[in-house]
T-cell receptor
């Protein structure tokens, strides 16, 4: 079946540090890939997505590239801010079954300190 | 445009009681999904509605869970009778049929079964 593995947290970084959160997946066919973010006290928000190999999703300074050869979708940001403190979830969606259900990783908690 | 809303935000009940969670999707979104995250685990898919029909209910854990979407608008998820292991956060998401890959999540309902 489909699965997503992302690096376990928590991750603590100083402001302006470089961020990488690793995410790899196992899936049949060609899934779409997503990063969702959950800020404290809020629901899940779609951060970025990529629907085919070599696509790069980007938003709010975050980027992730769909790498089919390594089945990866690592999240990166060049300079994190305190406001980026949140839990980040990598996810995939496969339409083969017709439902587009999302399969999530366990989430990575990021804390950015001033 | 209003986002996905869920009610209640928190619910504390005793084992054996019944609880009903409600989700109002974004207006015009035919697709509605339920997910849940139990403590320390991944967010897991429960089921998917297209309008009022259940497209995929492969994630429903057992027959104590009943989901409905009468009229194809809001949805309810009833747990009867609730067990301790049902505690967790229940998320609802919706998507437009023209872009089923992009799901918008509600803030979630935190259910605690004592």
């Amino acid at each position: 079946g489909n699965s997503v593995t992302q690096m376990e947290g928590p991750v603590t970084l100083s402001e302006e540090a470089f961020l990488t959160i690793n995410c790899t997946y196992t899936a049949t066919g060609y899934p779409s890939l997503f990063w969702y973010v959950q800020y404290p006290g809020e629901g899940l928000q779609l951060l970025l997505k990529a629907t085919k190999a070599d696509d790069k999703g980007s938003n709010k300074g975050f980027e992730a590239t769909y790498r089919k050869e390594t089945t990866s979708f690592h999240l990166e940001k060049g300079s994190v801010q305190v406001s980026d403190s949140a839990v980040y979830f990598c996810a995939l969606s496969y339409s083969g079954a017709g439902s587009y259900q999302l399969t999530f990783g366990k989430g990575t908690k990021l804390s950015v300190i001033p | 445009e209003a986002g996905v809303t869920q009610f209640p935000s928190h619910s504390v009940i005793e084992k054996g009681q019944t609880v009903t969670l409600r989700c109002d999707p974004i207006s015009g979104h035919d697709n509605l999904y339920w997910y849940r995250r139990v403590m320390g685990k991944e967010i897991k898919f429960l089921l998917h509605f297209v309008k009022e029909s259940k497209q995929d209910e492969s994630g429903m854990p057992n027959n104590r869970f009943l989901a409905e979407r009468t009229g194809g608008t809001y949805s309810t998820l009833k747990v009867q009778p609730a067990e301790l292991e049902d505690s967790g956060v229940y998320f609802c998401a919706s998507s437009h049929s023209g872009d089923r890959n992009t799901q918008y999540f509600g803030p979630g309902t935190r259910l605690t079964v004592l």
